[in-house]
Structure formats: C-alpha cells, structure tokens
Nanobody, 132 residues
Framework: AVQLEESGGGSVQAGGSLTLSCLVSVSLYSNSNYIGWFRQAPGKEREGVAVIDQRDLQRDEGTTHYADSVKGRFTISRDNGKKTVYLQMNTLRPEDTAMYLC???????????????????WGQGTQVTVSN
C-alpha cells in the first residue's frame, strides 16, 4: 500500500509559487518521528529541504527545520486531520528545479535531520520545474 503520496508539482516561472502536498497513511503519520521534503536534480545528490518533527503531534504546528537554501522562501506545515504535510514554496528560482520527494523516518541509524539516509519510507516524487 502507498504510504506517502506527493502531489502539486508543476512548471512555474521564476518568482512564482507552488504548494506541494504529501498524503501520509494513517499509521505512518502517527508513528513517524520526522517527515521531510527532499529534492533531487539530475546529476545531483538528493538533499533535504524541509523537515517537520512528528513527535509532537499534539501540537498543530510541529518544530520545523529548513535548509539554508530555502529559508525564508519555503514553509513546511501539516494538517493532522488530513494526515498531510505541505511544502509552500515561494519566490521560486531556476535552481529549485528538481524532483521533490516526501519521506518519513520511523527509526534506525541517525545521520542528521537533513540526510536522506535517516529516512526509511519514500514517496514517488513530484516534479517541480522553474524557468526564467
């Protein structure tokens, strides 16, 4: 069964905005420690973009972490009722072009909040293309 399903990608001009959604299965949403957005451009390594701490689900807003490259432009958030994690992306740049993937961590070796190796389950991804 699909446990993470991304949507919302597309093509936009530089300076534009997109909102990505990651629908998470009920069990995974409750049992994950972190859910994050990652991206991978052709020929480049997968990198962490934004992560939300799922260990504090009693709060509507979880603790968040952002890569320096997106701070002030991207916002990660969640809707506990919809079991969905969002990535609001503003002031998009051509260098933001990549496949964006949602991932969840349930345990295992910890390589840091932004390392893909820390995450156990992945969605298929949604493409974001930003043009000049």
């Amino acid at each position: 069964a699909v446990q993470l399903e991304e949507s919302g990608g597309g093509s936009v001009q530089a300076g534009g905005s997109l909102t990505l959604s990651c629908l998470v299965s009920v069990s995974l949403y409750s049992n994950s420690n972190y859910i994050g957005w990652f991206r991978q451009a052709p020929g480049k390594e997968r990198e962490g973009v934004a992560v939300i701490d799922q260990r504090d689900l009693q709060r509507d807003e979880g603790t968040t972490h952002y890569a320096d490259s997106v701070k002030g432009r991207f916002t990660i958030s969640r809707d506990n009722g919809k079991k969905t994690v969002y990535l609001q992306m503003n002031t998009l740049r051509p260098e933001d072009t990549a496949m964006y993937l949602c991932a969840a961590r349930v345990g295992g070796v910890w390589y840091g909040v932004y390392s893909p190796k820390s995450y156990n389950l992945w969605g298929q991804g949604t493409q974001v293309t930003v043009s000049n």
